[in-house]
């Protein structure tokens, strides 16, 4: 089992950035993919951003120009540079990674996101 740690979150102004990080320890024997969810109040949880090994990314719609994940191999933590943030990205944050073959996923415990002037 992965155990992934966050660190980030917090209430930032409209416009403000934030920058999430997820560090994963424990049984890692390949991380194949590591990104980002999230979940508002009342609203199903969906997808931020992905990172794929081979270093392929994807975006949710709503994100994309915006956000940028980013993976550091070495030290086996993914970030989530969110930048021009808005209200409705207010959220939990929750990291996940996928490890191993066959796959298996993990989850962060999440961290709060709160846009708000």
């Known amino acids: 089992q992965v155990q992934l740690v966050e660190s980030g979150g917090g209430l930032v102004q409209p416009g403000g950035s934030l920058r999430l990080s997820c560090a994963a320890s424990?049984?890692?024997?390949?991380?194949?993919?590591m990104g980002w969810f999230r979940q508002a109040p009342g609203k199903q949880r969906e997808l931020v951003a992905s990172?794929?090994?081979?270093?392929?990314?994807n975006y949710s719609d709503s994100v994309k120009g915006r956000f940028t994940i980013s993976r550091d191999n070495d030290k086996n933590t993914v970030y989530l540079q969110m930048n021009v943030l808005k209200s409705e990205d207010t959220a939990v944050y929750y990291c996940?990674?996928?490890?191993?073959?066959?796959?298996?996923?993990?989850w962060g415990q999440g961290t709060q996101v709160t846009v708000s002037s």
């Open positions: 996940y990674a996928d490890n191993g073959i066959p796959t298996r996923r993990d």
């Open positions: 424990g049984r890692i024997f390949r991380l194949t993919a």
């Open positions: 990172s794929i090994s081979g270093g392929i990314t």
